[in-house]
């Protein structure tokens, strides 16, 4: 007998979304994996989420991703939500089983497994868990960070943001691991910090930090950015000039995207440079 497979349906939703560049991304995939299925961009206004919840129940999409501004509005409208995405605050993958829609949230997986493939042991020192991280920003984005950051049992985190109310809250929220300030208090927490991650938009549009005295970090520190377009930010090129190690942002773009699209389709796929060179064209 000839079983075909159903031809499976994924989205992302957003409000707007034509600026999303995961329907390339999962459709490269699709093609490469030879799997009939499809991933579509679909502009949803929040008020219509609900009626979108019910056709997705009754067997419309597998699932799919959610992005601005739908993120922070859909646990409620979820049978159950994972452990990841009620600490951040925030769900960006959605599966549906048997009529049940699952939230989780893969960006922090993304930002580890991106960190592992391209400096593999950059969560150590001395074959112990790092001990120092500092985090810049205290938006939606950093909440991931952080809990990734934790998972990986690195002992102080230094969370500096423009406005340090939001640093303060975040340390209440997450713990006595994290240490909140000002953006200026960089210099005297860099000493003995081992990695740097920005979280903030600062990179973007030609924006870049004002004075961020990275000749403070140890020689051996590594730092990423999430901005990742442009692809070498100037907290990149200037970490670079320094001889510091350095991982761009497009990379944990496209590892979020690895956990959503095994479970919507059933085969896990790679993240490979065709795959990277493919997004690159289009940024
Ligand atoms: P996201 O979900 O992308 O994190 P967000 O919640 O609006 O978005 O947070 C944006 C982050 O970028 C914040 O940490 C913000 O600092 P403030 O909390 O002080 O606003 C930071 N940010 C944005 N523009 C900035 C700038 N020009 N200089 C410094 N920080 C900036």
């Given at each position: 007998m000839n079983q075909q497979a159903a031809l499976r349906h994924a989205f992302v939703l957003g409000h707007?979304?034509?600026?999303?560049?995961s329907p390339r991304l999962h459709t490269f995939w699709l093609k490469n994996l030879k799997i009939a299925g499809t991933y579509r961009p679909i502009d949803l206004e929040p008020a219509d989420l609900a009626e979108f919840f019910s056709k997705m129940r009754d067997g419309a999409f597998a699932g799919g991703n959610v992005t601005i501004p739908l993120k922070e509005k859909i646990a409620e409208l979820c049978d159950d939500v994972d452990d990841a995405a009620t600490k951040i605050g925030a769900i960006n993958t959605l599966v549906q089983h048997d009529g049940k829609i699952s939230g989780s949230n893969s960006d922090y997986y993304g930002f580890l497994a991106n960190l592992d493939q391209n400096v593999p042991q950059w969560d150590q020192a001395d074959g112990k868990p790092l001990n120092h991280a500092i985090v810049l920003g205290a938006g939606g984005a950093s909440r991931a960070i952080i809990y990734a950051l934790l998972q990986r049992g690195i002992d102080k985190i230094s969370l500096l943001n423009r406005t340090v109310e939001r640093t303060e809250a975040l340390a209440s929220e997450f713990g006595p691991r994290l240490d909140p300030g000002p953006m200026s208090a960089f210099a005297q927490c860099a000493g003995t910090a081992g990695f740097v991650v920005n979280t903030t938009a600062v990179g973007m549009h030609g924006s870049a930090f004002?004075?961020?005295?990275?000749?403070?970090?140890?020689?051996?520190a590594l730092v990423t950015d999430?901005?990742?377009?442009?692809?070498?930010t100037p907290l990149l090129r200037d970490a670079q000039k320094r001889g510091l190690k350095t991982v761009d942002g497009l990379g944990m773009l496209l590892h979020q995207a690895v956990p959503g699209f095994e479970k919507w389709f059933g085969q896990r796929p790679f993240v490979t440079p065709q795959l990277r060179q493919h997004i690159e064209q289009d940024l």
């Open positions: 707007p979304v034509a600026h999303s560049r004002d004075g961020l005295e990275l000749h403070a970090l140890p020689p051996s999430l901005v990742y377009t442009p692809l070498v």
